[in-house]
């Protein structure tokens, strides 16, 4: 499980990364990337197939970046995180959030070898206050049921 100082860690990161945004606004990528812009995040968008997400300049990886990031929000699928995570790391990103369902167990593993504070199993949204009402509900259940990490 999950302690609550590693999202709490994440979450104190000012400037992220968010990769797997997408061109379609409905995607849940860029719903947490204006969430985060729109609260006092820095937030970098990284798609190598868009030029532009959501009216802000896109970068196709983070070597691309205009600046240092300090973490880095992932939504891709497990085999594709899994490609990006060598060049996150070498990039000198400490805090990266595996955003459910783009985990897995070979990811997470490679993140705690390199003693990186990694979140997964988690949805960032449940974290990033304000809440709004679906992940303030989410929240509620997960501490009912004993599975909000403490």
């Given at each position: 499980?999950?302690?609550?100082?590693?999202?709490?860690?994440?979450?104190?990161?000012?400037?992220?990364?968010?990769?797997?945004?997408?061109?379609?606004?409905?995607q849940f990528a860029n719903y947490a990337y204006r969430f985060l812009k729109t609260h006092g995040y820095i937030v970098y968008p990284v798609n190598p197939n868009a030029k532009l997400v959501e009216g802000d300049k896109?970068?196709?990886?983070?070597?691309?970046?205009?600046?240092?990031?300090?973490?880095?929000?992932?939504?891709?699928?497990?085999?594709?995180?899994?490609?990006?995570?060598?060049?996150?790391?070498?990039?000198?990103?400490?805090?990266?959030?595996?955003?459910?369902?783009?985990?897995?167990?070979?990811?997470?593993?490679?993140?705690?070898?390199?003693?990186?504070?990694?979140?997964?199993?988690?949805?960032?949204?449940?974290?990033?206050?304000?809440?709004?009402?679906?992940?303030?509900?989410?929240?509620?259940?997960?501490?009912?049921?004993?599975?909000?990490?403490?």
């Amino acid at each position: 499980m999950i302690l609550r100082k590693s999202i709490t860690n994440f979450l104190s990161q000012k400037k992220l990364a968010v990769i797997g945004v997408s061109r379609d606004t409905k995607q849940f990528a860029n719903y947490a990337y204006r969430f985060l812009k729109t609260h006092g995040y820095i937030v970098y968008p990284v798609n190598p197939n868009a030029k532009l997400v959501e009216g802000d300049k896109c970068f196709p990886n983070i070597m691309s970046l205009p600046e240092k990031v300090d973490g880095a929000l992932i939504m891709l699928p497990p085999e594709k995180t899994m490609k990006v995570l060598p060049e996150i790391t070498d990039a000198g990103i400490n805090h990266i959030w595996l955003q459910q369902q783009t985990e897995s167990p070979q990811a997470i593993q490679f993140c705690k070898d390199r003693k990186i504070n990694v979140v997964y199993g988690e949805c960032i949204m449940m974290f990033s206050e304000p809440l709004a009402i679906p992940h303030r509900l989410h929240r509620w259940v997960k501490r009912v049921t004993g599975t909000l990490p403490k």
